[in-house]
């Protein structure tokens, strides 16, 4: 495994503040006053401004004397392109003191790319991922940036990432950086009773997939040392992250089924929000690794697929869907029978806290893997990447997209080498 000569010994923690509970989104416009806005930008999807949530939100700011401007352009599951026009639009219509995100995952990252862009010159492309992108950090701080979700599952309100698919390179990738943190997450389980249950499947399997990852992720202990200026948001397992982790399972345990066969139980739905946001708020310093690099090849090399409960393509990315949460569960299941080996002790645990009444497996390392694919067969997702679309001559240019995601094979808890990726890719065509 990992061998330090100088094993690290310290670990950071990072989250916004957090107003959580029914009702929480009415008290945002008070809660701006502690900013001195005057004006400020919602940042929101179609289908979420079709619910009237955000315009409500507006009015109430409104009706404070602080002007609020809404765009509504927010594309589900953002490509380089929506980015940029969001970016194109905030800079028009500035300028703005706070920004507000209200919406899913991919509405929660197109403000983090408007803030980014609000506050720091240069492009889009300036600020992604190396090797997609330039990696450059923020050279000015940003705005206040407050987030809203209406999906339980994302975490983006918790985190420092912000994700995207570049079209023209048919990949998906992010920009990472410690300022893109959310101030203030505002949690509403009323917000997510509308939810599909197509979509509260996958964005649940992304909280599952959360946990799990930064519960059984490299250890902080086994990096080297780093000096002050080398420090990253994903610092790998921790005591703290690890708590936020194990509640998140035991939450969902009992949530998940009945809030996708029962969206409007409201007991199952504030569970769930309340295990996306301990999720977000373990794996957002823990780090993900090989389930979550893999989805980003599997969203960017998709056909024509296309799940229920989701809007349909616009062609603007030439290929088809797949939720963020479902592209990640699809190898997860053989993703962790490769990782058992890492942390045996940590898998069962966290099989066990994932269904306490599971039979042990002849192999255990076969534990995790069967009870996650169980829950994955409940809540309807596809039985794995043949479903969707791929075939076994797929395999090698998913798994060379999985190699550029080095920043998430590094939380990994074992090495990770691209022979390993299409064997993990290859365990995933068929899950049952």
């Known amino acids: 495994m990992f061998a330090p000569s100088q ?24 809660d701006l006053g502690r900013f001195n806005a005057r004006r400020v930008l919602i940042v929101t999807d179609a289908g979420v401004a079709a619910t009237g949530s955000p315009q409500e939100l507006a ?67 300036d600020y992604v991922n190396v090797p997609v992108g330039r990696g450059q950090a923020p050279a000015n701080p940003l705005l206040p940036l407050i987030a809203v979700p209406t999906t339980t599952g994302t975490g983006s309100e918790s985190t420092t990432i912000c994700v995207l698919d570049v079209v023209d390179q048919h990949v998906k990738t992010g920009i990472s950086h410690a300022a893109l943190r959310p101030t203030y ?23 599952l997939c959360h946990a799990l990852e930064s519960y059984t992720a490299r250890p902080f202990t086994s990096y080297e040392a780093k000096r002050p200026e080398e420090r990253v948001p994903y610092c790998g397992s921790n005591p703290i992250a690890d708590l936020w982790s194990e509640k998140a399972l035991t939450l969902m345990s009992t949530a998940f089924r009945t809030a996708v066969r029962h969206g409007d139980d409201v007991a199952a739905r504030e569970q769930m929000a309340m ?8 794996f957002g310093n823990a780090g993900v690794h090989i389930p979550h690099a893999n989805a980003y090849p599997i969203a960017g090399q998709v056909g024509d697929f296309h799940p229920a409960d989701y809007p349909e393509p616009d062609g603007t990315t030439g290929h088809g869907l797949v ?27 966290a099989a066990r806290l ?24 409940d809540v309807g997702v596809p039985s794995g990447l043949a479903e969707l679309g791929f075939g076994e001559s797929d395999l090698p240019a998913l798994a060379e997209g999985t190699m550029k995601q080095q920043r998430l094979l590094a939380t990994a808890p074992r090495e990770v080498t691209e022979d ?6 290859s365990g995933s065509v068929e899950l049952w």
């Open 420 to 425: 390993d990726v299409v064997t993990i890719l």
């Open 7 to 30: 094993p690290e010994s310290i670990f950071t923690y990072g989250a916004p503040a957090l107003k959580f509970g029914p009702g929480a989104r009415h008290e945002i416009a008070y």
């Open 354 to 377: 994932l269904d306490p009444d599971a039979t042990m497996t002849d192999d255990p390392a076969d534990l995790l893997p069967t009870v996650l694919s169980s829950v994955m067969r």
């Open 185 to 207: 997450a505002v949690v509403d389980p009323e917000l997510t009773i509308t939810q599909p249950a197509g979509v509260t499947a996958a964005s649940g399997l992304d909280i």
């Open 275 to 282: 295990a996306a946001t301990f999720a977000g708020l373990g």
């Open 323 to 349: 939720p963020h949460g479902m592209a990640v569960s699809m190898t997860a299941p053989a993703a962790f029978r490769f990782t058992f080996e890492a942390a045996p002790d940590r898998h069962v645990r």
């Open 59 to 125: 009015d109430r700011i409104g009706a404070t004397g602080v002007e609020a401007v809404v765009f509504d352009g927010s594309r589900v599951e953002p490509t380089d392109a929506s980015l940029t026009a969001a970016i194109d639009f905030a800079r028009a219509n500035g300028p703005f003191e706070v920004v507000i995100a209200i919406g899913g995952g991919s509405s929660i990252d197109t403000a983090k790319a408007v803030n980014l862009l609000l506050t720091n010159e240069g492009e889009l492309m």
